[in-house]
């Protein structure tokens, strides 16, 4: 066996721009400005003209060139801007790139052949407040945590470069470049790998509806990458449809196969594809799921899609997603949210009380199927019981409803113990996937506000737009609540969202733990076999009484998955025997009723 075999294996993604080291040595800066009628490039103590080779392309192949080296793109203007492609970024979004080796890091994980979907129990983190270091490095420390808990998939939220030191991640602007204040390139690789070699998949959040307000250089080199023909609520839309978007499909495209072959990610989770406004014969959502599927091993795409489009996820005839795997079901997170909280502000309340949306939402997966939604002003939603349960991934807590809360309370801190662990039985043994928010497993008291980093008047106002955007709410109409809100900017507002995982050792937190381990256990052997049985239409639902609902799903083999709940504070009645064998019950019931809080989960 060859020393490099041994050591393992490169993954590289070729790009259509960027820079790639030669074969023969040397590096090829490749670029397209179709609105430059010529370009230099920026390196150490020079700065060269590039070829125009049409259409907009400049294109310098550079001897001396190699890893490490650092360079910019020099506009007519004299502006310096980083590569559009850059795969690093050692100074953030205005300085240069740095060019990277991929083959440089060699992988350990030649072994590893990936998941089957319906095995998913995902656990989304923000790297950055994941541990004290919020480091790439750091996150693989906790990974054996993650693996005990019984998680199998990692989803972290965006990393593409964002400007300054501290940011969820969608205000990305450098999309092929992962953060440098978590760390390199390798270190990304790095986590990934030990991620694998303890059996869990690795999803990565990415963000191809519109690029942050600081830092985005497109404009001024390539106007035609975005239109004011489609709008979003960011600011100018992606020009997916117009002249000259072939170009900017494939700079989207390929970023997509760039992080799931040269960082061997599992899958993708796409934000807000909503907002991805497509008028051509073939949608891009569709043409970047089929070339990033092609490569031969399972990739699992996953959307968020406030429209509840079912016809993205729709199966073949073998029962294996056509493009998508799933989407983020924000309906059940409202229906148990509502029901755990009493909450009833902006769309809550469409959702408070109606407990034939809470049976929907749990049996069929959308709540809001066509029906009128007032809040949005129109109807929301298609049919979705052709779908498999495995299409909806479930959750009570995600970063976006803790996150856009105005002090980012987690629901631990907003509603009683025992209503939390009733719709946390319900979501983590339910056939659709589940999906914890980091520490949410031993009920970390640590909000997680909105924070970021962002200089001078734009960061004034990100601070009173925060503030503002909340006085609609009656808890802030008045100013003096409005100033409490924790002020985005400001760095112990991301501090304070560090998770203390010093926490497990105390006696409450660690029984929260051992509740959730146990309930992945149970999933793990009694209702993980169970799904790719569960085919269109395996469920139904019936309204007992206000909050009180019995949801059956039926497998293709006529075994029989059975809910039954008490979502409210009083006792209810009518409930069935249980028939089979309880796989999990919270609370009691009898001839008389059932507790407040009630969750019984059966299998027959």
């Keep these: 066996m060859l020393e490099a075999e041994r050591r393992g294996v490169a993954r590289g993604h070729r790009l259509p721009q960027g820079a790639e080291l030669q074969p023969g040595g040397g590096v090829c800066f490749r670029l397209w400005a179709p609105g430059c009628d010529r370009v230099g490039l920026a390196l150490p103590g020079e700065v060269r003209p590039m070829s125009a080779l049409g259409e907009g392309w400049y294109e310098l192949s550079v001897n001396g060139a190699g890893a490490g080296t650092r360079y910019q793109f020099v506009l007519p203007d004299g502006l310096r801007v980083p590569d559009p492609a850059s795969r690093f970024q050692p100074d953030d979004v205005h300085g240069p790139s740095e060019v990277v080796d991929p083959a440089a890091y060699r992988w350990q994980d030649e072994e590893w052949n990936g998941r089957p979907w319906h095995e998913a129990v995902v656990y989304e983190l923000h790297v950055g407040t994941f ?9 693989i420390e906790r990974l054996d945590h993650l693996a005990a808990l019984g998680v199998t998939a990692i989803e972290i939220m965006p990393v593409a470069d964002f400007p300054g030191a501290r940011n969820w991640g969608y205000d990305g602007v450098l999309l092929y470049a992962p953060d440098s204040s978590y760390g390199r390139p390798e270190d990304l690789k790095a986590l990934v790998d030990a991620a694998h070699a303890r059996g869990l998949m690795m999803l990565l959040d990415v963000v191809y509806n519109h690029f942050g307000p600081d830092g ?5 080199y390539a106007p035609p990458f975005f239109t004011d023909r489609h709008k979003t609520p960011w600011g ?3 020009n997916y449809d117009g002249t000259h978007s072939r ?7 390929h970023n997509a196969q760039y992080w799931i072959e040269e960082y061997n990610f599992d899958g993708l989770r796409l934000d807000a594809v909503h907002a991805i406004i497509d008028d051509s014969v073939r949608h891009v959502l569709d043409e970047l799921a089929e ?7 399972p990739v699992h795409l996953v959307l968020e899609n406030e429209e509840n489009q079912a016809r993205r996820l729709l199966r073949d005839d073998t029962g294996l997603p056509r493009h998508f795997a799933a989407q983020w079901n924000d309906d059940v997170h409202h229906v148990l949210h509502v029901a755990a909280t009493g909450e009833d502000e902006g769309y809550y309340a469409e959702y408070l009380g109606d407990t034939d949306m809470l049976g929907r939402a749990l049996a069929e997966g959308f709540a809001f199927q066509g029906q009128m939604m007032q809040f949005r002003g129109h109807p929301r939603g298609e049919p979705s019981s052709l779908l498999p349960p495995t299409a909806f991934v479930a959750f009570i807590q995600n970063h976006d409803q803790i996150g856009n809360r105005a002090f980012g309370e987690r629901l631990t801190a907003i509603a009683a113990a025992d209503a939390v662990r009733a719709v946390a039985a319900i979501y983590l043994l339910s056939p659709q996937v589940p999906m914890l928010f980091m520490g949410e497993e031993w009920g970390a008291a640590q909000p997680f506000p909105f924070f970021c980093d962002f200089g001078g008047d734009l960061g004034d106002a990100v601070r009173q737009g925060r503030r503002l955007e909340f006085a609609k709410f009656r808890e802030f109409r008045d100013e003096t609540m409005r100033e409490r809100i924790p002020d985005p900017q ?3 507002t991301f501090a304070s969202a560090k998770l203390d995982w010093g926490a497990l050792r105390r006696p409450e937190h660690a029984a929260w733990f051992e509740f959730y381990r146990r309930l ?36 293709q083999r006529n075994e029989e998955l059975t809910l039954a709940a ?13 028939r089979g064998r309880i796989l999990w019950q919270e609370r009691q019931s009898s001839e008389a009723g059932a507790d407040p809080w009630f969750v019984r989960w059966s299998l027959e």
Excluded at 131 to 139: H, M, Y
Excluded at 247 to 253: K, L, N, Q, T
Excluded at 291 to 297: D, F
């Design 236 to 238: 100018a839309a992606i």
């Design 520 to 555: 992945l256990e149970v999933r793990h052997d009694a209702v993980t076999p169970l799904l790719p049985f569960f085919g269109p239409h395996a469920g139904r639902y019936e309204v007992l009484a206000a909050g009180a609902v019995v949801v059956r799903w039926r497998s």
């Design 566 to 578: 008490n979502l409210s504070g009083v006792h209810r009645s009518g409930f069935p025997h249980a």
């Design 291 to 297: 070339r990033v599927r092609a490569g031969g091993r």
């Design 247 to 253: 170009a900017v499909r494939e700079f989207i495209i």
């Design 216 to 220: 985005n250089y497109l404009p001024a």
């Design 131 to 139: 541990t004290a270091a919020g480091t790439f490095r750091g996150a």
């Design 490 to 492: 400001a760095e112990s």
